[in-house]
């Protein structure tokens, strides 16, 4: 089956977006973090595109938009992001490299990066590309989205795929451990006018890629859990509600706050109820669903409730389950229900990161896409 997204060292993840600001030649970096002097991501962006494949005007100049979704690291799962965006301008077959947290000095921090030649001095914020320059100096994660604009006409209408391509490599400063992967791209005519397509569990789109984490059971996945006495585990998990109805809910814009996107998570043992498996096959029962908004980082204590020394020092392992949201009934959503017809996806990856005795005091960090399909290239 033809891919509508590529895999590489890290999975290639989808979303569907609906018409709006989010235009073709699209993609997504489904997690970021910044956190000034200790965690940082450094983002790397592609743009092969001409003003003529983008219906530009030959006298325009070509843009990049770039959207950051973030909320505070203290935040709770279920609380909302904040959203800042800028253009900075681009050229045909450009490459730049800039640090989300502004910190790693290029000869500025938060600037593009070695020694990069183009003139990006256009847009709020210019020339810099980092978030304590759009005036989030604490520690925060979310996700990061781009897509081509022109200068006078405005955002691009649809065009051909494979404009626009990135990488991320998030980086443990104090530590020295770091891990990364491969940008989303979409496609625009796999659904009509979304800059993404995609779709998972029961109601699958023909060519569309099954490349995440499902909702509801039957698209579980099976993850190894490392003893907590050697390594951490943490989930981050950006929701991706894919609607049988294809409204504008599925916009992810953060504008108005009720269209966040929205999931739950929980882990079930061998037999399907909550709780993990440990080594020797025993299910053991603890914890529950978490409720996700936007973005999560989740540890594995709060979604077992944790179970003491044996499991510390054994590990095991569990199915990651996605669950349709809970309506949230206050102001400003003011929810009901929620509608459970649709496939409440995610990107979920575990990180896996820790400084075991075998390592000799180094830290390791261990990551991977959890999803409900594995489909070759």
């Not at 219906?55 to 843009?63: F, I, K, R, S, V």
């Not at 659904?191 to 890629?209: K, L």
């Not at 099954?210 to 859990?225: C, F, I």
Request: some cysteine; overall charge negative; proline content about 5%.
């Amino acid at each position: 089956m033809k891919k509508l997204f590529r895999t590489g060292l890290m999975t290639a993840l989808a979303v569907t977006l609906a018409t709006g600001w989010c235009y073709a030649a699209t993609i997504m970096f489904p997690y970021i973090n910044s956190n000034p002097g200790n965690l940082s991501t450094i983002v790397n962006v592609i743009n092969t595109a001409t003003l003529a494949n983008l219906g530009c005007n030959a006298t325009e100049t070509l843009q990049l938009h770039y959207r950051y979704m973030t909320k505070l690291v203290t935040a709770e799962p279920v609380d909302a992001c904040d959203e800042k965006d800028f253009y900075r301008p681009s050229t045909t077959n450009d490459l730049v490299t800039f640090d989300v947290a502004g910190q790693i000095v290029s000869p500025n921090g938060g600037e593009a990066m070695f020694g990069d030649a183009t003139d990006y001095n256009d847009g709020a914020g210019a020339p810099a590309f980092d978030l304590p320059n759009m005036g989030y100096t604490n520690a925060r994660r979310g996700y990061l989205l781009v897509n081509h604009r022109c200068s006078v006409t405005g955002e691009v209408p649809a065009a051909g795929t494979g404009l626009l391509d990135g990488e991320v490599m998030l980086l443990d400063l104090v530590n020295g451990a770091a891990w990364g992967y491969e940008a989303a791209e979409g496609n625009q005519t796999a659904i009509g006018n979304y800059a993404f397509a995609g779709i998972a569990g029961p109601n699958p789109v023909t060519g569309a890629t099954t490349e995440l984490l499902g909702e509801n059971g039957a698209t579980a996945a099976p993850v190894t859990l490392y003893p907590r006495d050697k390594f951490q585990t943490r989930f981050f998990v950006t929701p991706l509600i894919i609607s049988t109805d294809v409204t504008s809910t599925n916009d992810m814009s953060l504008t108005p706050v009720t269209q966040q996107k929205r999931t739950r998570i929980q882990l079930l043992d061998a037999n399907g109820n909550v709780g993990v498996t440990d080594r020797d096959e025993n299910p053991a029962s603890g914890g529950g669903p978490i409720h996700v908004r936007c973005v999560a980082g989740i540890d594995l204590d709060d979604l077992t409730g944790g179970f003491g020394t044996w499991f510390n020092a054994q590990g095991g392992w569990a199915y990651v389950d996605l669950l349709d949201p809970i309506a949230l009934t206050g102001s400003p959503e003011n929810e009901t229900s929620v509608a459970t017809a649709d496939d409440h996806c995610a990107v979920v990856f575990k990180l896996q990161f820790g400084s075991p005795d075998f390592a000799a005091g180094s830290m390791i960090n261990s990551i991977s896409v959890v999803r409900t399909d594995r489909i070759e290239d």
